[in-house]
Structures are given as structure tokens and as C-alpha cells.
């Protein structure tokens, strides 16, 4: 055998070998692994789905149920409950702020008695395996800093998002999918949702979250260009994978090791992602479940059943984003608006959940960056108003994986404006969702410009009061 030939032929055998490699799930699923060993803690969750709310929902339409502003509408917010709490731009300047009560009749639900709004009737009959948070806080009174911290811990952007501590820390259930999904309804407008929401921050780029769109190509540039075939890509991968690995012996570099991660989750997902995106797979009793718009892609009733398949093929976190909620005119119509495209669904992924034994390790958590105020912003003008920022209370509900269901946590004042007991901080939330998947906030550490950093910063207290 001549010298060319041998190299040629032993070259394309260390190229099919690495094809190989990729195509080995075990050996992959190695390579997608997390820092820790094991977990600190017994994990009651190994996944979370997180439906994200943004624009922050009224607390007091929906969930806090506050007879005394019904009383007291139209009347000034007193001096001694306000304080001498900040205001934003917006309603800042206003001579008046006067309360408003909400127009929704409420009543109560379930074994457990919990108070919902008559726009929440899916959500009514789920009640009882839901745990309400009715006592959330926290530091920012804007959209941008408020939805940048409770998601990375931190206001200025740049930190490591929720998903990405998970992925950097727990590693892949499935090497043939992402480890953190991102999912927005398609045709909604409201406050803008930039990329560092699901960013990976200082944390390699291999745990950012990957974004899924409608249509038929759920991840962009995922699929091969024109004439190139999986064996030719495969191979592209494999010199890639050595041209890196050869970069990487003469300058060590953490990203080169995320850009080859990069690569070979690309080359996997090939196969993987139109088996999980396929929608059409489900039997019909399903869509009536979840409803008829869950048949339209890229809506949230879709972005909702598409969740639970990525939940149980091991996707470790899966964020939805339904925009819409920023109601600081026109409240009323614009809650119902909201509450018609997400209150099935919300309710539906929770019974879909349980009924296939999913809830019992699977996380669900709904709520937005923070809540609105009990005052009108502007004028109140017959049945119309709006409802300012709130950073002060608001609600969130968790179900699943070790949560007490049919309860609710903390209490409001009867203005709606203060919070009467237990307060829970957006640290102290980051600490309890990693406390139920194992984690130890104080523990789960990145070194970075000297400092180690965490997803709770320097704070946080897990809630046990609210563990199964």
C-alpha cells in the first residue's frame, strides 16, 4: 500500500469512527453531563417547565382576591399603606391615585378552597394540585431588570439564566435534544423578549437555551443545505471536531470545548427534533384537552402540549413566554383577551402531566417578573383602567415534583399593596426550584472574573413551608 493511500484510507476511518461517536447516545449523553457527581439533595424534580407570563398579571384580578378595593373603589390609596415606596414614571406624576377594584367576580374552588377569578375556569378545576404563592417580591420595578432577574438573579444582564445553571449543573436526560428549550407565542406583541433571558452568560455556550419556532423549521440552519447529505455533514462534524481539538492542545479555551458541543447536539437533533416537534401525533382527545388552537403552531395552547413532549423526552428546562400582560390602560379587556389563550392550556399541561405520571418529577411554575398596582394608572374612567407596575406583591403557582398542592403560601394587606406574612423574595424562589431538583443554591458555583458566582447572588432561603 502506498503512503497517500494509507493515510486517505486511515484519515476516512478516523472520520467514520467519529461519525460513529455522534451517533452513540451513551457516549454522548457523557459529554453533555453536568459538574455535579450527583446532587446535593434527594431531587424531587428532575425537569421544569416554567410559563413565563411577561408583562406581569394582576394578582388582584386573577388570584388575591381583595373584596375591600370593590368597597373602597374610586377612593384615594391611603398615606400609611403607601409609604414611602417608590412609583414609577408613569403614575408617579399623578395627583391621584385612585383604587380600583376588580370587576371579575371571584369565588372559590376545590377541596382546598382557593380563590379564582371567573376568567380562570380551566384553572378552577386544578386548583387542588396547584400551590399559590400569593407573597412574591422583588427589586425591580421595570420589565427589562425585572424579567432579567427573576430569571438569572440578577437586573443588569449578562448573568447565566436559570436553564443554564441547570444544564451546567444537572447535564442531559436526552443527549438527542437541548437541555433547556425556549418557546414564544408566535404573533404576540408587548414588552420585547431579548435573547439574554435564555442566555448562557459567563457559563459555556453549550447550556444556553435553544430557541423552537413554528413552522416547519423549528431550529434555524438546522437541516442540510442543498445537495449535502448526513454522511457528508457528519464528516464535516468529525474534521471540525479535530481541527478544534488540534486549536485546543495549543490554546485551552473553554469555549472551544462548547463550540464542538455545539456542533455535535446539531448533528443529533437532526434526527430528533422532527420526531419531537410533531405535533400531529397526538390523538384528538388530547387537542380537545389542551384546546383547538393547540393545533396551530406556535400558539400557546401548541407551545403548552409541545412542553410535555419535551418534558418526557428529558428536555431538563423548558421556558414558554406568552406576552401581553403589560395592562396599564385597558385592563379588563385585555385580561380576558390573555386569559382566553392561556387558562385551558395552563390547566391542561397539569392535568397531562398527572395523568401520565409526569407531575410526580416534573416542576411546573406560572407567573410573570412582577404584579400591578391596586390604583389606576391615569384617569378611571367608568370600566376602564389600567393597573401601574408592582413590585412589592404578587403571585406565582407552582404544582409537581414536591410541592404541597391545594395550598396558598403568604398574604397580602387588604389593599393588595403590602405583604401581611411570609414574604418570598425571587432569591428565595431560585432557592427552592433548585432545592426540589437536588441543588443546593449555595453550592452550584461558577468561577468567573475571580469571584464565584450563583444564581441567587448572596441570598435566598428555601421555602419549607411549601415542600411536599
Known amino acids: 500500500m502506498q503512503r497517500r493511500e494509507m493515510l486517505n484510507r486511515f484519515g476516512l476511518g478516523l472520520g467514520t469512527l467519529a461519525l460513529a461517536e455522534l451517533l452513540q ?21 428532575k425537569r ?18 381583595k373584596p375591600l378595593l370593590n368597597e373602597m373603589h374610586g377612593q384615594e390609596l391611603p398615606d400609611e399603606v403607601r409609604g414611602s415606596q417608590r412609583l414609577t414614571g408613569m403614575s408617579g406624576n399623578q395627583s ?34 396547584l400551590c399559590f404563592v400569593k407573597s412574591m417580591h422583588t ?44 418557546l414564544i407565542t408566535k404573533d404576540k406583541h408587548g414588552q420585547p423578549l431579548g435573547t439574554n433571558y435564555w442566555g448562557n452568560g459567563f457559563l459555556p ?3 444556553q437555551g435553544v430557541r423552537f419556532r413554528s413552522g416547519k423549521d423549528p431550529v ?9 447529505g448526513d454522511q457528508t455533514r457528519g464528516q464535516m462534524y468529525s474534521a471540525l471536531k479535530r481541527l478544534h481539538e488540534l ?49 396551530n403552531p406556535g400558539s400557546y395552547a401548541a407551545n403548552c402540549l409541545m412542553a410535555r413532549r419535551l418534558a418526557e423526552r428529558g428536555v431538563r428546562f423548558i421556558q414558554l413566554y406568552h406576552p401581553g400582560w403589560d395592562h396599564h390602560g385597558g385592563l379588563p379587556g385585555g385580561l380576558k383577551r390573555q386569559t382566553r389563550e392561556t387558562d385551558q392550556a395552563s390547566a391542561a399541561l397539569v392535568q397531562d402531566l398527572k395523568q401520565r405520571g409526569l407531575l410526580e418529577d416534573t416542576l411546573v411554575v406560572w407567573g410573570g417578573e412582577f404584579g400591578r398596582t391596586n390604583y389606576c394608572q391615569g384617569k378611571l374612567t367608568g370600566n376602564n383602567f389600567g393597573r401601574d407596575h408592582h ?37 428565595d424562589f431560585q432557592a427552592t426550584l433548585l432545592h426540589l431538583l437536588g441543588i443546593d443554591h449555595e453550592k452550584l458555583t461558577y468561577k468567573y472574573q475571580g469571584r464565584n458566582f450563583r444564581l441567587t447572588d448572596v441570598h435566598g432561603h428555601v421555602l419549607e413551608p411549601i415542600l411536599a
Open 220 to 228: 434555524l440552519y438546522l437541516d442540510n443545505p442543498p445537495g449535502i
Open 96 to 129: 391621584s391615585l385612585p383604587l380600583v377594584g376588580s370587576p371579575f367576580k371571584f369565588s372559590q374552588h376545590g377541596e382546598s378552597g382557593q380563590w379564582c377569578s371567573e376568567l380562570l375556569p380551566h384553572t378552577a378545576k386544578v386548583v387542588d394540585d
Open 139 to 182: 427589586d425591580a420595578i421595570n420589565h427589562g431588570p425585572g424579567v432579567t432577574f427573576l430569571q438569572t438573579g440578577a437586573q443588569i444582564p449578562g448573568r447565566p439564566s436559570i436553564g443554564a445553571w441547570l444544564s451546567y449543573g444537572l447535564g442531559s436526560e436526552n443527549a438527542d435534544l437541548p437541555n433547556f428549550v425556549v
Open 391 to 427: 413590585p412589592r406583591c404578587f403571585t406565582m403557582w407552582m404544582a409537581g415534583a414536591g410541592v404541597k398542592p391545594g395550598i396558598s403560601y403568604g398574604e397580602t394587606d387588604p389593599f393588595c399593596y403590602n405583604i401581611a406574612e411570609n414574604p418570598v423574595h425571587v432569591h
Open 205 to 207: 455556550v453549550s447550556h
Open 247 to 295: 486549536q485546543q492542545a495549543n490554546n485551552a479555551d473553554p469555549h472551544l470545548d462548547g463550540r464542538i458541543a455545539q456542533y455535535e447536539m446539531a448533528f443529533r437533533m437532526q434526527q430528533s427534533i422532527p420526531e419531537a416537534t410533531n405535533l400531529s401525533e397526538e390523538p384528538d382527545h388530547i387537542f380537545e384537552l389542551y384546546g383547538e388552537e393547540a393545533r
Open 25 to 45: 447516545p451513551k457516549q454522548a449523553a457523557a459529554r453533555t453531563g453536568g459538574i455535579l457527581e450527583r446532587t446535593h439533595l434527594p431531587a424531587r424534580a
Open 48 to 65: 421544569v417547565i416554567f410559563l413565563f407570563q411577561s408583562g406581569a398579571p394582576s394578582q388582584m384580578d386573577l388570584f388575591d382576591h
